[in-house]
T-cell receptor
Framework: GAGVSQTPSNKVTEKGKYVELRCDPI?????LYWYRQSLGQGPEFLIY????????DSGLPNDRFFAVRPEGSVSTLKIQRTERGDSAVYLC?????????????FGPGTRLTVL | AQSVTQLGSHVSVSEGALVLLRCNYS??????LFWYVQYPNQGLQLLLK??????LVKGINGFEAEFKKSETSFHLTKPSAHMSDAAEYFC???????????FGTGTRLQVTL
């Protein structure tokens, strides 16, 4: 079946601009996660949704970052006033919220470059 | 709080040799542990996970890992490396059944002829 998809695959923007990154989870998965992976590092947690609500947003670095999941499926990560330090690969993962522990399935990521 | 340390950012082995990738964890609660593999320009793929059912966990592509609580380790092994195993490997820990993953910094595995 279809896996997690993310669009766009690449995004180049200028410092100070606003960007939106989209994640389509696996159908039926209630949990959705966003991570950020900088060059040479492991992914770092940003935010976790259970259904439509953010269950844990402790990883968002500051108030320029915001994410929504209005219908409990597709999620959008929004970054305002982008900075060069925001350049990274943004990964999305979904899980079915069953099993112990739950397995997170990752998308291919969106590579964001802020010039 | 949870954390993961992966010893060795780069590991090189000959084809057919043993693969050993090291992972040590820290967790304030009984952990769940994972190994993921990342091929160039692809997403993370789960190799195996520790669920507390058995300390020796077998995964895909001939990989396995052993949970050792006394050593707080979850090292990944494969008896015989293949060229196709060349990739980045990440160890991760979580605190609950539906919880964020905390990743290590990764180990790049190179397989030579």
């Amino acid at each position: 079946g279809a896996g997690v998809s993310q669009t766009p695959s690449n995004k180049v923007t200028e410092k100070g601009k606003y960007v939106e990154l989209r994640c389509d989870p696996i159908s039926g998965h209630t949990a959705l996660y966003w991570y950020r992976q900088s060059l040479g590092q492991g992914p770092e947690f940003l935010i976790y949704f259970q259904g439509t609500g953010a269950a844990d947003d402790s990883g968002l670095p500051n108030d320029r970052f915001f994410a929504v999941r209005p219908e409990g499926s597709v999620s959008t990560l929004k970054i305002q006033r982008t900075e060069r330090g925001d350049s990274a690969v943004y990964l999305c993962a979904s899980s079915p919220s069953r099993g112990s522990p739950d397995t997170q399935y990752f998308g291919p990521g969106t590579r964001l470059t802020v010039l | 709080a949870q954390s993961v340390t992966q010893l060795g950012s780069h590991v090189s082995v000959s084809e057919g040799a043993l693969v050993l990738l090291r992972c040590n964890y820290s967790s304030s609660v009984p952990p769940y542990l994972f190994w993921y593999v990342q091929y160039p320009n692809q997403g993370l793929q789960l190799l195996l996970k520790y669920t507390s059912a058995a300390t020796l966990v077998k995964g895909i592509n001939g990989f396995e890992a052993e949970f050792k609580k006394s050593e707080t380790s979850f090292h990944l092994t494969k008896p015989s490396a293949h060229m196709s195993d060349a990739a980045e490997y990440f160890c991760a820990v979580s605190a609950g059944t539906a919880s964020k993953l905390t990743f290590g910094t990764g180990t790049r595995l190179q397989v030579t002829l």
